[in-house]
């Protein structure tokens, strides 16, 4: 599709596992923004990529947070040892832009849905 | 930290009627946008609005930014069971940092 896509759709983890959630962009696209969006709440900011650049990191967390995009496109948000408050939608988005405009016309894939017993 | 407010929380309607959702700040921001949510999906951009005063029309939808770009409305006329949703306001500071999201109205519409 020419959608961003990502998997796994849903995914159940223990408290203390590691997990690993994949971002597809749509293709070409510079910049990749990853969010997390608690129930009932608005999407909020974790990071954003430049091709390969992880230009702001400010929103992680915590340091069992952690974000790459080694070859400017696919991208992988890991997180370590999971705990309840973890639990959430993860959002990634793309754009064609760069930088302060990239906000401006972002293409978000369809989530992530982490639930952690 | 800029902060938006979105009112109201919920709102739940028949078909046909008309309303009006809110989103409010305390700050400036260069640039604001609303974006429409459905279950299970990631949010679309419906409109970026970054002159104090626009309105900008999308069909039945109208956005209007404030003058002193602090708060922004959306007006749907007639509404619309396609119009069901949670609808988002997301701004950014001068410079595009702080882009932030509001917790969003969920719009409910009944045939």
């Given at each position: 599709g020419a959608g961003v896509s990502q998997s796994p759709r849903y995914k159940v983890a223990k408290r203390g596992q590691d997990v690993a959630l994949r971002c597809d962009p749509i293709?070409?696209?510079?910049s990749l923004f990853w969010y997390q969006q608690a129930l009932g709440q608005g999407p909020e900011f974790l990071t954003y990529f430049q091709n390969e650049a992880?230009?702001?990191?400010?929103?992680?967390?915590?340091?069992r947070f952690f974000a790459e995009r080694p070859e400017g496109s696919v991208s992988t948000l890991k997180i370590q040892r999971?705990?309840?408050?973890?639990s959430a939608v993860y959002l990634c988005a793309s754009s064609p832009l760069l930088g302060a405009f990239a906000r401006n016309e972002q293409f978000f894939g369809p989530g992530t849905r982490l639930t952690v017993l | 930290t800029q902060l938006l407010e979105q009112s109201p929380q919920f709102l739940s309607i028949q078909e046909g009627e008309n309303l009006t959702v809110y989103c409010n700040s305390s700050s400036v921001f260069s640039s604001l946008q609303w974006y429409r949510q459905e279950p299970g999906e990631g949010p679309v951009l419906l409109v970026t609005v970054v002159t104090g005063g626009e309105v900008k029309k999308l069909k039945r939808l109208t956005f209007q930014f404030g003058d002193a770009r602090k708060d922004s409305s959306l007006h749907i006329t007639a509404?619309?069971?396609?119009?069901?949703g949670l609808y988002l306001c997301a701004g950014a500071g001068n410079y595009g940092q702080n882009f932030v999201f509001g917790p969003g109205t969920r719009l409910s519409v009944l045939p």
């Open positions: 293709s070409g696209h510079v992880q230009l702001d990191k400010s929103g992680l967390p915590s340091d999971t705990q309840q408050e973890d | 509404a619309q069971p396609g119009d069901t």
